[in-house]
Structure formats: structure tokens, C-alpha cells
């Protein structure tokens, strides 16, 4: 999946994109209204995030135009202006989501998910799903309690998460088997202010470790880490 991503603040724009790419999306960044019409009307994308204070031309005015030329590109808007009366001109302008900053990733990648088709991850298989589950060999992620069912020999063990944990969990149940560099993690589950220095991943591994049992996550020296399949 092809997503435009119109942001004219490179720390933001950044963030967005790497975020993307970790999920398995392929995104594009602009950072004018001028070029995000044009991009938005190609007809080359599946989804377009859109910064309401662009230069050249707002994001109001790039939604308002593609609706008047007949796209029909879901539109996220992503923006600083929070009052009621911003979100319902967006909403009636012809946006299909309205999202205010600041922002956790997770909130925008669920809304995109609403939006749109779901897409694989460099082509590694997603973990089996149901309703409220990702099930990855003998681990379970419950996604409505965030907790995590461990299968034993004596029957299965629940584990509970804190809400880091949790994000960093589900980043690898989206991707079991797949290495995940530090900084898809950092970027995914810390936000646009992480420190790329910061050894807070290793950690939290650690946490999961403890939690999901010492073999759970393997280290991929040099590269990463990646949730092991049993």
C-alpha cells in the first residue's frame, strides 16, 4: 500500500515515515499543498495523511479541491488545530478522519487500518488473527486486554503488559519472525521524540523476556530483534 504522507515538519514527517515502513507500508512525503494535489490526484495512492498548516496551500484548501475533482483518496488529517470547529470543517470538507497533534503512532496506524486495505511486511507472514488475537506460535496477544497468553505444559499462562510493553509486543506479533532494527522500534513505539542513542529497546526486550519467557525474543547481532516462532 502506497501512502502520501503531507507534512512540512521534518521531525514529524520523519517520525510518520519510519513508522510506516516498519508496519510494511510504502510511504511518500511532501511538504507543500501545492505538490500533495498533484501527488494526491495521480491516482498513484491508496491513502493520504494531511497536515492542515502546509505553505503554499493549506490542507483545507488540497482536501476541499481533490473532493471537487472527483477523488475519492481516504484522507486522515493530521493537525496542531484541535477546536471543534476545525475538526467538523475537515470532517465536512470531505476528510474521512481528523487526528490532532500531539500523537501516538498507534492512533494514526489504527486509523489508517480503518482506512484502508492491510498490507504484508516485506513480505513476511503476518501472525494468525482472530477478533481480539494475534497468535504467534505458542504466544497469543489479546489486543482488547493486552495481555499475552503463554502456552506451558501445564496448561496457559496470562501475562499482563504495561502500555510500552504492550506496543513494543505488538510490533512484534505484526512481524513474527521478522528483525526489527532498534530504531523501527524506537520510532514505532517511543514516538518522534526518541533518542536514536538510547539503549530503552534493549530494556524493554528484557521486560518481554522476563514476561514471555527467556527464548521468546531472539537477538540478531548487529541487526535486531525478532519474536520466535514456537
Known amino acids: 500500500m502506497r501512502i502520501l504522507v ?22 511518500t512525503v511532501v511538504d507543500d ?4 494535489l ?10 493520504l495523511v494531511l497536515d492542515v498548516g502546509l505553505p503554499r496551500m493549506d490542507g483545507f484548501a488540497v482536501l476541499r479541491t481533490l473532493r471537487e475533482l472527483g477523488s475519492t483518496i481516504p484522507v486522515i488529517i493530521v493537525t496542531a488545530r484541535d477546536s471543534v470547529e476545525d475538526t467538523v470543517h475537515g470532517l465536512e470538507g470531505g476528510a474521512d478522519d481528523y487526528l490532532s497533534k500531539p ?50 505444559d501445564g496448561g496457559t ?3 499482563e503488559l504495561s502500555a510500552r510493553e504492550y506496543s513494543m509486543a505488538l510490533m512484534f506479533f505484526e ?27 534493549d530494556v524493554y526486550v528484557g521486560y518481554l523476556r522476563r514476561k514471555l519467557g527467556a527464548e521468546s525474543i531472539a537477538t540478531v547481532r548487529g541487526s535486531g530483534y525478532r519474536l520466535v516462532v514456537r
Do not use: C, M
Open 33 to 36: 499543498g501545492i505538490t500533495a
Open 6 to 27: 503531507a507534512e512540512d515538519e521534518p521531525r514529524i514527517s520523519r517520525f510518520v515515515s519510519r513508522g510506516l515502513k516498519a508496519s510494511g507500508y510504502t510511504p
Open 103 to 152: 500523537f501516538r503512532f498507534e492512533e494514526l496506524l489504527a486509523r489508517i487500518r480503518l482506512r484502508a486495505r492491510p498490507a504484508g511486511a516485506n513480505g513476511a507472514a503476518p501472525a494468525e488473527s482472530s477478533s481480539d488475537a494475534l497468535v504467534a506460535g505458542d504466544l497469543s496477544l489479546d489486543v482488547r486486554t493486552r495481555t499475552v497468553a503463554v502456552a506451558t
Open 38 to 47: 498533484d501527488y494526491a490526484s495521480s491516482g498513484e495512492f491508496d491513502l
Open 157 to 159: 499462562r496470562q501475562v
Open 175 to 201: 512481524h513474527p519472525g521478522q528483525v526489527l532494527s532498534r530504531e523501527q522500534l524506537l520510532s514505532r513505539v517511543w514516538g518522534y521524540d526518541y533518542d536514536g542513542a538510547s539503549n530503552v529497546v
